[in-house]
């Protein structure tokens, strides 16, 4: 093996018999610095893939994938969930009526009973969301319109909203608050839930309305400007609100000054927008009953009271209410189980294949480099 010679040139960046830099006749040269990062010479590990490697990792990658795959699944499948569509896009529904007539320039009232039997007990805490189809939230400018400042309590953000907001930023020559497309589209229907008791009579379900709303939504990004003025009505009082609703900010909910104004949690939980176009966001919670033994929710007839708010016709949407039950997982999602299965049986059969080809053609091919 040849010694390579070191010249301290080389070092510079310059060529054997070049003349220095600055020097009469000089040529600046393109060749990179002599140092190791440049000229690639950083220590490297490179993996030398043999089949006493690659077909162990395949085994193991299916071995170790497939009962967390098939655990995920089964855990899934134990997750009792509910779903009925209410929009009332057929003749028979009992939504129909309100679907046909409403519409955001509707003063009067539609209320839609909506009857359904549950087949199984849901035991634990049930969460009862609202779901809406064919409704865009990823919209690029949709997503934009917000003003998050005017949504954290700054009070020279309330009277001059941003500019992303248009053309929900004013109205009747008033900053709109909260101003925005999410905030002028918040989803308004009021869903109640009453069990049929055999004997004829309904019964309401308590429906609990806080503890729905990610828990640094509701004490970081969004506050209530005035800072200990809780009269909220002088707050907002040089505000107007968003175009489409009905009352104003502060009337959201009045009963509960936690619940009030921008930290109302059913806004809150409106205004974190979906990524994909048919989606479900929490409404509710019904609270298991003290008594262990009592389902929360029983098996029997139901009746879900709708006051009907939100028209979803112009965008051919479609409405739905969901019930579900949690697991240590989350709500029910069968996708994460059946993709570690997949993965764990695909890395399993590439190791069968490649055991079998090894196995076949592994000893001829060692034969003949012995050979050679």
């Known amino acids: 093996m040849m010694a390579s010679s070191y010249n301290a040139k080389d070092e510079d960046g310059l060529h054997p018999g070049s003349v220095g830099s600055g020097g009469p006749g000089s040529v600046k040269s ?4 002599n ?47 509910f ?31 909506v009857p359904f039997t549950l087949d199984q007990h849901f035991d634990s805490n049930v969460f009862m969301y609202y779901g809406l189809s064919n409704f865009y939230q990823n919209h690029r400018r949709y997503v934009k319109s917000r003003d ?17 907001c248009e053309p929900y930023r004013t109205s009747e020559n008033k900053p709109i608050a909260p101003c925005g497309a999410i905030a002028n589209s918040l989803f308004n229907d009021t869903l109640e839930l009453f069990y049929i008791h055999p004997n004829g009579s309904r019964i309401a379900i308590h429906l609990v309305k806080t503890g729905i709303a990610w828990w640094t939504d509701k004490h970081v990004k969004f506050r209530n400007p005035g800072g200990s003025n809780s009269n909220l009505s002088v707050v907002f009082q040089d505000t107007s609100k968003p175009v489409n609703w009905r009352k104003a900010v502060y009337e959201l909910d009045p009963a509960d000054p936690e619940n009030n104004g921008f930290i109302n949690e059913d806004f809150i939980v409106w205004m974190r927008t979906a990524a994909l ?3 479900r ?44 039950t949690i697991s240590w997982m989350g709500g029910k999602n069968p996708f994460l189980g059946i ?18 080809i090894h196995h076949k053609y592994g000893n001829r091919n060692n034969s003949a480099d012995i050979t050679n």
């Open 35 to 81: 140092t190791a990062f440049k000229q690639q010479r950083l220590p490297a590990w490179q993996p030398i893939l043999t089949a006493g490697t690659v077909l162990p990792a395949f085994f193991m990658i299916g071995l170790i994938f497939i009962p967390i795959g098939i655990g995920l699944f089964v855990t899934s499948n134990n997750i009792k969930e």
């Open 30 to 33: 393109k060749k990179p610095d």
């Open 339 to 356: 993709a570690y299965i997949t993965v764990g049986s695909v890395c399993f059969f590439l190791g069968v294949v490649l055991l079998i």
């Open 148 to 164: 998050d400042s005017q949504l954290n309590g700054d009070k020279s953000s309330l009277l001059s909203p941003s500019k992303e």
């Open 83 to 113: 779903e009925i569509d209410y929009t009332g896009v057929d003749m028979s529904s009992p939504c129909y009526i309100c679907a046909q007539n409403y519409s955001w320039d509707s003063t009067s009232v539609c209320t839609c009973s």
């Open 277 to 279: 176009p048919t989606f």
């Open 281 to 324: 966001k929490l409404y509710r919670i019904i609270q298991k009953k003290k008594d262990n033994m009592t389902p929360t929710l029983p098996p029997g007839n139901y009746s879900l009271e709708v006051t009907y708010n939100y028209p979803v016709r112009s965008f051919d949407g479609r409405k739905r209410m969901i019930l579900s």
